[in-house]
Structure formats: structure tokens, C-alpha cells
């Protein structure tokens, strides 16, 4: 009866709507999505086919690799009876000199939604600005909700909740996880400690959007320089690549500057002890996460890249469906 209720009132909300970042949700509405990704998670498992997108095509436009997104997305509108097309920067014209804006409104006479991965957050703005169908963010430098969409769902599978847990993050802070990360706790009342090295912290402007929104979940906002502080009686630990996509040409200088960072046993001996271990993956074992933390019973990266498709087809039908 409850769920019916919800129906009628939030589904709306979510049609023909842009996905660019977190903090352009609600509350209410983020905890709608995880709902539906675990109900459509549950129905998967039972062999119940939900065909809600019969007929839409996804354009997928990637202007950098990916495993997890591409699969989570393409399967994601197969399973939802849907289409998807991969569009590779290197093949079609955008990639030569094709204006953003143009892109936008051809693909708009093609496709049902665009789902793009690309460097500045700008261009995904400016392609939203333009297009005449929904724009689904699938990472740039600055922000990747759609993972943290799975990782918020993760964590609720685990912990049957997120208002009032600590999760800390432990790395990059300047990047695009941490900024999703940062907005998906303050808007599900959840606490989050980030320790990143100076020069390497969260954007200002994120940290203080996010602190506003806090203010009505009732989360907690911390940014430290101490990796053991950040991590006291975490119930969640994550961590990332030390360099993204774009900044491998650093690797060797920021190898340096975050080694006393890495997430190994020694430093979850202050997380709380049934801690999870989240990453959105691909890792570098070695380098930001300990082999015995990423492969040890903490961990659940496996649940979390499983849950990208159950995240995205939550997501795919709530905008793309009419
Ligand atoms: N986590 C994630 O986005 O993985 P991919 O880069 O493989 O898509
Ligand atoms: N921060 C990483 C995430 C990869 C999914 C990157 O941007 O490369």
C-alpha cells in the first residue's frame, strides 16, 4: 500500500529529468531510487521480467574507458526491453571538432536518453542545456552519482540503513567520487569524514552545497588531513584510485604524496568492526587499498559493481519512461 503511494507521488517527479549530479535530487527522491534498484535487484533474482522501456534506445557517448558503467547501462535498458548504443568519441564526430550543441540535438531526433562519460562537468551541462531528452552523467572529472547510487544501495543492503552511519573516505578527495560521495551523505543524513593530503582536498563549492543540505538530513560533514581520525568508528570505508582518468600523467608524484593514505589493516583497526570496504573499482591493489582489506571479509566490491545494473535500470526507467 505504501509503495503504491509512492508511486502516484515521486515517479513523476523523475520523468524526462537529467541525472548530472546528486545534489540535484531530494532526499525523498534518492531514497525513492535505491528503493526501486533493490526492488528491481529483487525481482531480477526471482526471474520477474519488467519490460518498461520496450522500444527506447539509450545513446551511450564515452570519451573514456569504462567496464562496470558501459555493462551496467546496456544491459541495464536490454533487461528493461529497451536499446543501447555505444558511442565512442573516437568514432563519431564529436571527437573531431562537432560542437557539443549540435550533438545534443541530433541525438535528441534519434535516441529516448544520453547517457555520456566525458572529462569537464561542463560539457554535460552544456549537452543537457541542449538536448531534448534526459542526460545521465556516467562520470566526469567532478562527479559520478550514478556509482554512488549503487554504493548507497550497497550500504543499505548491508546496514539497512544510511541515516546516522559514518562513512569515511580515505584518498583523493579532489575527485569524482568523493564529491558524489560528499553529496550522497549529506543527503541521506549519513556522516562523512574525507581524508585527503593538502592540495588534494574536495572542492570548496561541493563541500559547502553540501553542508546546506546537511543541515536538513542532519549529516555530519568532516575534511581532515588524518587518515585515523577520518576513519574512527567508520561503519563504511572507501577508497579510490590515487590517480583518475586524465591524471596518470602525475601518477608518480601523487604516488608520493598519498602512501601514508592506503587503506590497509592497520588503519581499518580504527574503523568500527563490522565495517564494510567499498571501491568503486577498477583498484590498484598496492597502491590505495591493501590486497588483504579489498579481497578480505570487510569487503563487498563485487555486491557494489553487481549493483551498478540494478542502480541504472532504477534509473534508466524513472527518467526514460512516459
Ligand atoms: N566504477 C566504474 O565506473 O567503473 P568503469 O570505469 O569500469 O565504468
Ligand atoms: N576516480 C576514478 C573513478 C573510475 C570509475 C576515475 O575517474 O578514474
Redesign the pocket.
Known sequence: MQSIEKVKDIRPSFIGRDFLTLADFTEEEIGYLIDEAISLKHKQKQGIEHKFLKGKTLGMIFE?SST??RLSFEIGMKQLGGDAIFLSSRDIQLGRGESIADTAKVLSRYVDGIMIRTFAHEKVEELAQHATVPIING?T?DH?PA?VLADLMTIVENKGKLKGLKLCFVG?GN???THSLIEGAALTGMNISVASPSGYQPKSTIVSNAKRIAVKTGSTIEVTEDPVTAIEGADVVVT??WA???DEGQMEERCTVFSPYQVNDELCKHANKNFIFLH???AHRGEEVDTTVIDGVHSVVFDEAENRLHAQKALLWLTMSN
Open positions: 573514456k562496470r558503467t562520470l572529472d559520478h556509482q583523493d575527485n569524482n567520487m579510490d584510485v583518475s582518468m586524465g568503486c573499482l577498477p
